[in-house]
């Protein structure tokens, strides 16, 4: 047996422990998950979470226990486990389509057999008009095979959990449709059920009736006809819903064109190493995260970020594997392969969150898993009543079998895995990873976001925002000059003025004699002219009033103000800063509109963390501003400290351990590996807007699992006293419980649509 990886969100932080996510077979209700869970953990060292939905276990071991040690247990609780099988490179032929799944193909024939002799059956009980003479044993014909064939997995089921003293919603399932079938065979056999004229009536509820002329073959087949239904729409369900991850573990290339010898050869992603070059043509997937080091293309990565407009790359930049090259041919240098790669760790960390468990869930599942035996036991206790009370065999009888049928408590397993998965997974196609469940807790909680303002709020690069020349200055020469001179220079602030004037007035003229004074500025000469550029005025002569007013000005709106003079006079002045991301505004109502105060966070000087503020709409009374990087953690402590549930969103390494500490960590997937560990919530792209949706979606995930618990339990609660009472045909009640579950994957699907 092969040693197991560890994923990437460990289960524990012990070291001594390995992991294994394993595949469970099986499994047919929530009370089978938690059974094969409490076995698992009751081996020594062993922590194990079982996830109905997903069909997986995750289980955390010690070194005295095997992977083979964790299989033989499930083995002998009656179901079946085995590591999942490596992923299979090879790409199908152009046109074929995914293979079926198995299950569901299986299923499909049941229910299509199953219901097509179930209705005559139900038909000819419940219309008496249609009944012939011997109709019901036409009934008991097309009945046996539905009720021997068709309920097969649940006779199988319940015999296994049978042998190892459990009982789950098979048991019920096969104990209520034998039952009635069995009393049919008695009642056409030795009682008067089988006579020619024999005529049956119907009712939604319990009536009394001569037990010997009453048969259940409706209930029996039909039964099993809803169940195999909900089964099957479920299963189908289930598959949707993990469409999403399923779509973007698909999405990365299958095979890559590397350069070997000036030559290009076609290998197999799997061949791919760290340092290979690899050609990228246009329309072609980028095979994996790697620098581009020839070429200029545009990169549409829509598919992993959500974001529609593709963005220019040329060498040195960085591309991520998966986006697809809309433009010129690239040549780019593999950083990152197999497990490494932002989509490999965009699709562990969707499936860890779905395979993981809320808090309210776990109820759910010890709820689940003493229901059926109390279940049997009201069954019983129903039974006895009425035949006490009554002394109706028969209605005793029907009673006790809606009871059996009505209670699966199949819906309470799904309701938050489904959700969980669907809402993951359309995280996922938006560029939202979630990491687990309990962040869906923390973003209900959340009325404080801190923003970091440098990457987060801003672009993170100086860009120019203003010129002024003075009076009998021409602007454009302002520029031409200043740029031209800073373009010599390697300095931020240089780059930020050269990029702007050249975008503002075109190429640049060459300079001459170019000269750098430490902390002062730059000097050469340009077009005959003696340029000195710099943020002290003794590079140049001294400041006229109208200049050295403009960058007093641009100073106090927190800019870097740049003084520009040539031939001895100060001509004016080009002020740069960290330009505010057009969206953030925006973003910020967004996060007011939820709720949520936001609150910037910089370690610049308050000057110009107060511009920030005021030009995204954040109060200047909620700017903590000049913070070191060691100490945000304790600005999110100190709100804390005041009674906040604080969210925190960033991107540098400086951020990390402030996503740690606060409540709710949103990293911007567009920064360091480790901000995104430390997050709770990774954004996959640089865009502010999307913390706001991910906390909706967020939101609006925990509201679907919460509803869907809400009616899986209180479905429960209603129907079993209805039953009980004598309210509910066997065969009504089977309809509802197999919709139960339908109605709970549904719910959770409608998170596809979230916006």
């Given amino acids: 047996m092969n040693t197991p990886a560890t ?19 099986g499994m047919t209700c929530a009370s089978c998950a938690a059974r094969v869970e409490k076995k698992l953990n009751r081996m020594d060292g062993v922590t194990a979470t079982v996830n109905f939905a997903t069909e997986k276990a995750k289980v955390a071991y010690p070194a005295g226990v095997s992977v083979d040690d964790l299989i033989a247990t499930v083995v002998k609780t009656g179901y079946t486990a085995e590591e999942p099988p490596p992923p299979q490179p090879e790409a199908r032929p152009a046109g074929e389509q995914a293979p079926q799944d198995p299950e569901l193909v299986s299923l499909r024939q049941r229910l299509t057999v199953s219901a097509l002799l179930a209705v005559p059956v139900v038909l000819l009980a419940m219309v008496p008009v249609l009944q012939f003479d011997n109709w019901q044993w036409l009934s008991l014909t097309l009945a046996a095979p539905v009720v021997v064939w068709g309920a097969l997995p649940f006779h199988r089921a319940a015999l296994t959990n049978a042998r190892h003293g459990a009982a789950t919603m098979d048991t019920l399932v096969s104990i209520g449709t034998l039952a009635a079938f069995g009393w049919s065979l008695w009642a056409l056999f030795l009682g008067d059920a089988g006579m020619p004229g024999m005529r049956h009536g119907f009712s939604f509820a319990v009536s009394r009736t001569d037990a010997a002329s009453t048969i259940y073959l409706e209930v029996a087949a039909g039964v099993v006809a809803f169940i195999l239904l909900g089964r099957y729409l479920e299963a189908r369900s289930k598959r949707r819903a993990g469409a999403a991850l399923r779509a973007l573990m698909e999405l990365g290339a299958k095979d890559v064109a590397v350069l070997r010898g000036g030559a290009e050869v076609r290998i197999p992603m799997s061949a791919l190493a760290v340092g290979d070059r690899f050609v990228v043509r246009p329309g072609e997937k ?43 041919r690239l040549v780019v240098e593999a950083t990152r392969v197999g497990a490494d790669t932002q989509l490999a760790r965009m699709a562990q960390l969707v499936e860890d969150a779905q395979n993981g468990k809320a808090e ?35 209605a005793a009888f029907t009673a006790a079998v809606a009871v059996l049928i009505i209670a699966c408590p199949c819906a309470l397993g799904l309701a938050t895995p489904t959700a969980l998965m669907v809402g993951t997974g359309r995280g996922a196609q938006l560029g939202i990873l979630i990491k687990g469940p309990e962040v ?3 973003t209900r909680r959340v009325d404080t976001v801190v923003l970091d303002k440098t990457g987060t709020v801003t672009t993170g690069r100086m860009t120019l925002q203003e010129v002024y020349a003075a009076e009998g200055t021409d602007e454009k020469q302002l520029l031409r000059l200043a740029g031209a001179l800073e373009h010599a220079s390697e300095h931020p602030i240089a780059k930020a003025v050269a990029a702007g004037a050249e975008e503002r007035v075109g190429p640049l003229p060459p300079v001459e004699h170019f000269e750098n004074v430490p902390g002062r500025g730059v000097r050469g000469r340009v077009e005959g002219h003696d340029v000195a550029v710099g943020r002290l005025a003794d590079l140049t002569a001294e400041l006229p009033d109208e200049v050295a007013r403009a960058r007093r000005e641009a100073e106090s709106e927190g800019r870097t103000a740049v003084v520009v003079g040539w031939d001895g006079t100060a001509r004016g002045v080009v002020a740069v800063a960290d330009a505010v991301k057009e969206t953030s505004p925006q973003a910020v109502r967004q996060l007011r509109d939820l709720g949520l105060r936001p609150v910037l966070l910089t370690g610049d000087n308050r000057a110009v963390a107060e511009t920030v503020a005021r030009a995204v709409g954040i109060d200047p009374h909620d700017v903590i501003a000049e913070v070191l990087p060691q100490d945000k953690v304790d600005a999110v402590r100190r709100l804390q400290a005041e009674g906040r549930t604080v969210a925190m969103v960033g991107d540098g390494v400086n951020d990390a351990a402030a996503l740690a500490t606060a409540d709710l960590g949103l990293a911007m997937g567009t920064g360091t590996d480790a901000a995104i560990e430390a997050g709770d919530l990774t954004l996959v792209r640089g865009d502010l807007r999307v913390a706001a949706d991910a906390i909706r979606l967020s939101r609006r995930t925990l509201a679907t699992i ?3 618990l809400v009616w899986a339990f209180g479905y429960n609660v209603a129907a079993l006293p209805l039953a009980a009472a004598g309210l509910l045909n066997p065969m009504i009640a089977g309809a509802a419980m197999a919709f139960s579950s339908v109605f709970v994957v549904t719910n959770s699907l409608r998170l596809r649509t979230f916006r």
């Fill in 286 to 328: 980028v095979a994996t995260d790697g620098t581009v080091v020839e070429g200029t293309s545009a990169i549409d990565a829509s598919m992993l970020t959500g974001e529609s407009v593709p963005v220019d790359v040329g060498a040195g930049d960085t591309v991520t594997g998966a986006t697809v090259n809309a433009g010129g």
């Fill in 360 to 394: 309210v869930q776990r109820l759910a599942d010890r709820i689940s898993a003493v229901f059926v035996p109390v279940v049997l036991v009201i069954a019983l206790g129903t039974l006895l009543t009425w035949l006490f009370v009554t002394g109706d065999v028969t």
């Fill in 706 to 708: 919460k509803g869907n």
């Fill in 440 to 442: 869906l807790e923390s």
């Fill in 7 to 25: 994923t990437q969100t460990p289960m524990t932080d012990r070291p001594d422990l390995a992991e294994v996510e394993l595949l469970i077979g």
